[in-house]
T-cell receptor
Framework: EAGVTQSPTHLIKTRGQQATLRCSPISGHTSVYWYQQALGLGLQFLLWYDEGEERNRGNFPPRFSGRQFPNYSSELNVNALELEDSALYLC???????????FGQGTRLTVV | DAKTTQPNSMESNEEEPVHLPCNHSTISGTDYIHWYRQLPSQGPEYVIHGLTSNVNNRMASLAIAEDRKSSTLILHRATLRDAAVYYCILSSPLLNRDDKIIFGKGTRLHILP
């Protein structure tokens, strides 16, 4: 069974541009979580989607947004990119709210 | 803010048991205790979780204090491949719970050959 897949693996953007990151959860999982991990730091909670709705978001500005599609895949959009947005963005999925979560390998976003 | 407190780092010798502590003094009755680990250059992976009773799986054991305000992840025989950052988090299956699923800074476990 395929795990959580994220695309692209790496993404390089210039400051001010927009980035779109994608996540496909494990089949049957309805909850998707997004985290940001800056180099050498811990995971910062970004967004949680469940059954197509945004359930909660972390302390990030509105230019970080996303959505969950009917097939439960998800997109994270980052507008007006800033240099400090450079980080590893991790997506995780779970079968139900707060049960065991499975993480993807992440998208490395570099803003230059 | 993270609801759990863990030591920043720990060291252990290879092939010896490792006990990783976690304090969660504000745990609620419905919070499950989850442990994840993140190996270098990889996404986090699930290790184990429990509610009240001690739990065992092929990776580790989880010992939960009687008052549930602390827990210990036990790696019975550490190998070099166990070197990682270990995260202890609380999560609840309650609906409408304002829980941001916070990961703390975790414990960086160093295994000495």
């Amino acid at each position: 069974e395929a795990g959580v897949t994220q695309s692209p693996t790496h993404l390089i953007k210039t400051r001010g541009q927009q980035a779109t990151l994608r996540c496909s959860p494990i089949s049957g999982h309805t909850s998707v979580y997004w985290y940001q991990q800056a180099l050498g730091l811990g995971l910062q909670f970004l967004l949680w989607y469940d059954e197509g709705e945004e359930r909660n978001r972390g302390n990030f500005p509105p230019r970080f947004s996303g959505r969950q599609f009917p097939n439960y895949s998800s997109e994270l959009n980052v507008n007006a990119l800033e240099l400090e947005d450079s980080a590893l963005y991790l997506c995780a999925s779970s079968l139900q709210r707060y049960t065991e979560a499975f993480f993807g390998q992440g998208t490395r976003l570099t803003v230059v | 803010d993270a609801k759990t407190t863990q030591p920043n780092s720990m060291e252990s010798n290879e092939e010896e048991p490792v006990h990783l502590p976690c304090n969660h003094s504000t745990i609620s009755g419905t919070d499950y205790i989850h442990w994840y680990r993140q190996l270098p250059s990889q996404g986090p992976e699930y290790v184990i979780h429990g509610l009240t009773s001690n739990v065992n799986n092929r990776m580790a054991s989880l010992a939960i204090a009687e008052d549930r305000k602390s827990s210990t992840l036990i790696l019975h025989r550490a190998t070099l491949r166990d070197a990682a950052v270990y995260y202890c988090i609380l999560s609840s299956p309650l609906l409408n719970r304002d829980d941001k699923i916070i990961f703390g800074k975790g414990t960086r476990l160093h295994i000495l050959p």
